[in-house]
């Protein structure tokens, strides 16, 4: 049990647990988009980018961890910043989806590659429209913008934690 407290704890893992955690979202985000037919609203894209930023810095954090302490001191900053920035993505839409606030005035339909002026019509008129105010799905009252909350601000926190011990332990 010590062992495992102290691999959670060991900074020089963390850019890569960030990368890993931010595969595994996206992963969900289009299991549930292909898989389930939860079709994302602009917002539900927006929480999508900080993720991939994470996994490029995660990575880039993996491999400079043991030789440039300091580079790995800044991409774990950037790491928290990151996941701060989605947390307040998703924290707007949960907001959006209470009725708190206002949401965007866009709606988001997927649209493919068309042809003719036709078909590219035909797309957007059977294409869904997804508002922001919907929510798609929840468990426990949360919605997936709420557990991106929780997931990102605990990411953030972490990653600001370990920003700020020194060494490699």
């Excluded at 898989?35 to 929480?47: N, S, V, W």
Aim: net charge positive; charged share 15%; hydrophobic share 55%.
């Amino acid at each position: 049990m010590g062992k495992m407290i102290r691999s959670f704890l060991a900074r020089k893992q963390t850019a890569l647990m960030a990368a890993l955690i931010s595969a595994t979202a996206l992963a969900a985000a289009f299991i549930g988009q292909y898989g389930f037919d939860l079709h994302p609203c602009t917002l539900c894209i927006y929480q999508r980018w900080p993720f991939v930023v994470a996994i490029a810095l995660g990575l880039a954090g993996a491999i400079v961890a043991r030789r440039h302490p300091s580079v790995f001191t800044a991409i774990l900053v950037l790491l928290a910043l990151t996941f701060a920035a989605d947390t307040g993505i998703a924290a707007f839409h949960v907001g959006v989806e209470q009725g708190w606030w206002q949401g965007l005035s866009s709606c988001s339909a997927e649209v493919g590659t068309a042809k003719t002026v036709e078909q590219l019509r035909a797309q957007i008129l059977a294409a869904p429209i997804v508002r922001c105010d919907d929510i798609a799905w929840s468990l426990f009252g949360i919605s997936m913008a709420g557990y991106n909350v929780l997931l990102c601000l605990g990411l953030a926190v972490y990653c600001a934690f370990q920003a700020r011990r020194k060494g490699e332990e």
